[in-house]
């Protein structure tokens, strides 16, 4: 579930980075991949935060376990043919509100670092990821001056904004994440793309404006 907007947040829309748009004749067509249907979700059901994956039908409703480490891993998002998630962890930062994004298989198989950042969701065509991120880190390549604004795990940060990739292109190191908010002034969290793929819709509030237990 995503975290509640914060006090004088307002929602803000940007189209979607250059390329990530498919076009007109292909939204009309059916997708390309088969859909395999799966419900991701996250449970401190054994102590602390982890990935889990079950069956829609209910033919086997005993949730499977994906993650499993003494980390705090969350805010599951599957792609949408339903055979990958992109998800929260904090196992390398050791601060559980501070995250990175990690990549699996709806088995938990090839548990794989993408990028530091928090709250992810995919394009409708399963090639790209929205979220947000400190954006001192990525612009620095490391150097993180934004802090957390919360204590829970996914926080933005001061200096958040919205970021844009392509997943394999990240992986396989042609691409790197790309700010499309950029907004010193303003705190962006919290991404969600539009049905045609076109579009992001996120939150957006004043830096200044630290009083965030206040919807």
Known sequence: MKR??????????????????????????????????????????????????????????????LTN????????????????IVFDSDRLTGLVNSSDLFLMGTDGSEQTLLTRGSSATWSPD?????????????????????????????????????????VDDLLQGFEQPRNITNAPSKIDDDPDWSSDGQKLVFTSHAAGDLDHNNP
């Open 4 to 65: 509640i907007a914060m006090r004088s947040a307002m929602l803000g829309v940007v189209l979607a980075a250059s390329g990530s748009t498919p076009s007109v004749a292909a939204q009309a067509d059916a997708p390309s991949f088969q859909l395999e249907s799966t419900i991701a979700f996250t449970s401190t059901r054994d102590g602390n935060g982890e990935v889990y994956v079950m069956n829609p039908d209910l033919t086997n409703p005993d949730p499977r376990r």
């Open 126 to 166: 399963g090639k790209n990821i929205a979220f947000h991120a400190s954006a001192s880190y990525h612009a620095s390549g490391g150097l993180d001056t934004g802090t957390p604004i919360r204590d829970d795990p996914g926080s933005a940060t001061t200096d958040s904004d919205i970021f844009v990739v392509n």
């Open 69 to 84: 480490n003494p980390a705090g891993d969350g805010f599951a998002a599957l792609s949408p043919d339903g055979k990958k």
